[in-house]
């Protein structure tokens, strides 16, 4: 039995595709401990992982700044007693804290992989934040110096500790042909999985009043207050030969919404999985995490990013030819009808559709994670 240590910061992209990673050891016989913030606590436990809070956790606006710091101290004072670390990428100190610690460390991508490129990508496409720290070299150098001191980095600088200071085995939740720049990310380092789909406690939904096609809209959990994206949505496509499921999140009062047409439904949240697995569309914000389980159900996409990796991410998506995007400003309802109107019709957004829903599906997933990394362990 190992004894396996795993980090993640309190940001759900990140930490809902490590979940069944966790359940995946135990259910292999292994002991895993989860350390993360407090609200985390009844997912992970419920994974059969011990749930550890970060050392000195206060509620309040700047808690998911400080979890850096409050990740690195717990990792640092508990991880010499486990065989291994498995850390988020978000979490940038991992492969330093276990080098000092002595243990073998390993890397999860909930986003793409990442090297010099898909940074620079990100500083030129990405959202505010992104485009902040990655296309300003001298801002990005003034931000790493004390991160690097206060994290023990190897390298003084942000860029070169993501990229080179890396383990020996990454794993990334998509399949080699989503990732941008796919062939600079060597085999014997980098595997892609897929999408991490296994096991979801989901209410059912009743699909009975909803006929084909159905059209589902989500812009996710963290930049979802976007009313007059929905109401644009609701314009669109009311009254129209198709069933509309959206999910607007629990920080819009549906009342904003005004009056809706008999084909659409909406609620604050619904088990997206099971819709994705009847829908004959997705209109997302382009998380990568949706995007993936679009992929894995083999959805076409038509995606409007609202910030982050997001407007990467959706490019790749038309790159790939798989969907189309569209941009949040400016955006009109014609558009919207011309955009998923042609995503309907045009049969070879679909079929390339399901050819990643092929490759999805026989990646591996977590079951591959955790045994290159239990093997990893034996050698």
């Not at 030129?124 to 934040?129: D, E, L, W």
């Not at 150098?141 to 993501?162: C, G, K, Q």
């Not at 809209?217 to 929905?230: A, M």
């Not at 629990?250 to 819709?275: H, R, S, T, Y």
Request: proline share 5%.
């Amino acid at each position: 039995m190992k004894r396996i240590l795993m980090v993640n910061l309190p940001f759900s992209g990140h930490t809902n595709p490590t979940l069944d990673l966790a359940r995946t050891f135990v259910g292999l016989g292994h002991e895993v401990t989860y350390i993360h913030s407090p609200a985390w606590r009844d997912k992970i436990e419920a994974t059969g992982a011990t749930f550890v809070p970060y050392d000195n956790y206060r509620a309040g606006k700047s808690a998911d700044i400080k979890s850096w710091a409050w990740a690195y101290e717990t990792v640092k004072r508990i991880g010499k007693d486990f065989d291994c670390l498995v850390y988020e990428m978000l979490f940038t100190a991992g492969k330093s804290l276990a080098d000092q610690l002595g243990l073998p460390s390993f890397r999860l991508f909930s986003t793409f992989a990442l090297n010099e490129q898909v940074l620079s990508d990100f500083g030129r496409t990405g959202g505010f934040y992104l485009t902040l720290i990655f296309r300003f070299p001298i801002l990005q150098r003034l931000l790493s110096r004390p991160l690097a001191r206060r994290f023990a980095w190897r390298y003084a600088d942000m860029v070169r500790e993501m990229v080179d200071n890396a383990p020996e085995l990454n794993f990334v939740y998509t399949v080699k042909e989503f990732q941008v720049y796919p062939d600079q990310f060597p085999a014997e380092h980098y595997h892609f999985v897929g999408p991490s789909i296994g096991h979801r406690t989901e209410s059912d939904f009743d699909f009975s009043n909803f006929p084909d096609p159905i059209v589902y809209i989500s812009l996710g959990t963290l930049l979802n207050n976007s009313p007059d994206f929905f109401k644009k949505c609701i314009q669109a496509f009311g009254n129209q030969k198709l069933s509309v499921i959206m999910s607007v999140g629990d920080k819009i009062d549906v009342k904003e919404l005004g009056n809706l047409p008999d084909n659409i439904f909406l609620a604050p949240f619904l088990p997206q999985l099971q819709i994705l697995e009847r829908a004959s569309l997705f209109i997302t914000h382009g998380g990568m995490n949706s995007v993936n389980e679009a992929l894995y159900y083999g959805v076409p996409m038509l995606v409007v990013p609202m910030g982050n990796d997001q407007p990467r991410v959706a490019q790749q998506v038309a790159d790939v030819h798989v969907g189309k995007r569209l941009n949040k400003r400016g955006l009109t309802v014609q558009q919207l009808q011309e955009a998923a109107g042609e995503l309907l019709e045009d049969k070879s957004y679909q079929k390339r559709a399901q050819d990643f829903q092929n490759k999805c599906q026989t990646a591996g997933g977590n079951q591959k994670i955790a045994q290159l990394i239990l093997d990893q362990l034996e050698v």
